[in-house]
């Protein structure tokens, strides 16, 4: 067993012949004395599923994307959010609309844009509480490629109010969504809605039928937090396993959740649906969390069930 630190996330990496003596327990002997958040088996061989499963493990996607069909246009996609999601991206709109921003796409992004965007976004980064700015990594390859980038921004006169990356991926026909900013004033104001819409419309317009937004860690409650997953789906966004589509590295991991020291309560997990944790089966929801919660906010039309468990009690190794 391998201790190690994922941004803050105490990982116990377990081999598969290291299973049955649950080295992570302090019936096991350990004497570190290292707090372990999450047990973790990366790509278990096919005959210690069901172990995994009868030991608390659930089976899931290590990394999951957001899928929405573009449809035909706005209002045909807007007809198919709910009510409310509907309700909340035209109040949004108009908000942006009556406060005066103003709308640019550039294509190419231009390095002085790039610039603004990258700082607001590093700024945003750091009130996180495990936040890493994964988008300083891209500079070069948004201003210089090979792959391809547009930008939507929206300014309030000169300062730059928030604004999103698209990548576009032809062989796929998508356009990604693939990091955003929103000032802490927009935020309150859902500006995020509005620019995720005109990306959309960007996308609709190069004739691309899909948008997604990139490959996500499936632990939301880490490095993103469970409040997205209302955002995602009411923008009309479905997860699937990113091996679903096109992701080379996708694959399955089996997740055990012994504390959520560092985790955000609740913690929410994508894991395969039913008894065997089948990956042909659709995904579900596991909310894990130190106290009772409604598992009703968290329901989506692709979501087989939706339940509620408490993690493992917190052990210190060794203890």
């Excluded at 493990?57 to 290590?62: D, E, Q």
């Excluded at 209302?230 to 504390?259: C, R, W």
């Excluded at 969390?289 to 917190?314: C, I, K, N, Q, W």
């Amino acid at each position: 067993m391998e201790i190690v630190d994922r941004y803050g996330l105490s990982l116990a990496l377990i081999e598969p012949h290291e299973l049955a003596a649950e080295p992570w327990t302090p019936a096991a002997g350990r004497t570190a004395g290292v707090d372990v958040d999450v047990v973790r088996m990366e790509r278990p061989p096919a005959g210690l599923w069901d172990e995994l499963a009868e030991r608390g493990f659930l089976r899931k996607p290590a990394t999951v994307t957001w899928v929405a069909e573009l449809g035909g246009g706005e209002e045909e996609f807007l007809a198919r959010l709910d009510t409310k999601a509907r309700q909340d991206v035209r109040r949004a709109c108009r908000r942006a609309e009556a406060a005066g921003l103003r709308e640019v796409v550039e294509e190419p992004v231009s390095e002085r844009t790039l610039e603004a965007f990258l700082a607001l976004y590093e700024e945003r980064v750091a009130r996180m509480r495990f936040g890493v700015p994964f988008a300083l990594g891209y500079r070069d390859a948004v201003l210089h490629g090979p792959e391809k980038f547009c930008g939507v921004f929206a300014y309030a006169g000169d300062d730059l109010a928030g604004g999103c990356l698209v990548l576009e991926l032809p062989g796929r026909d998508a356009a990604v969504v693939r990091f955003s900013a929103v000032s802490a004033e927009w935020r309150r104001h859902s500006l995020a809605r509005v620019l995720y819409f005109s990306a959309m419309r960007v996308a609709r317009a190069k004739g691309y039928t899909r948008v997604t937004l990139g490959n996500e860690p499936n632990l939301l409650g880490h490095l993103t937090q469970p409040g997205l997953f209302h955002f995602k789906t009411g923008m009309g966004f479905t997860a699937v396993p990113s091996q679903e589509f096109g992701d080379p590295d996708g694959h399955d991991e089996a997740d055990l959740v012994l504390s959520l020291r560092t985790l955000g309560d609740p913690t929410l997990v994508l894991a395969y649906a039913g008894p065997g944790a089948d990956p042909t089966r659709p995904l579900a929801a596991r909310l894990i969390s130190d106290s009772p919660v409604s598992t009703a906010p968290y329901r989506a039309p692709f979501l087989a069930e939706v339940t509620r468990s408490a993690p493992r009690p917190g052990r210190r190794t060794g203890a």
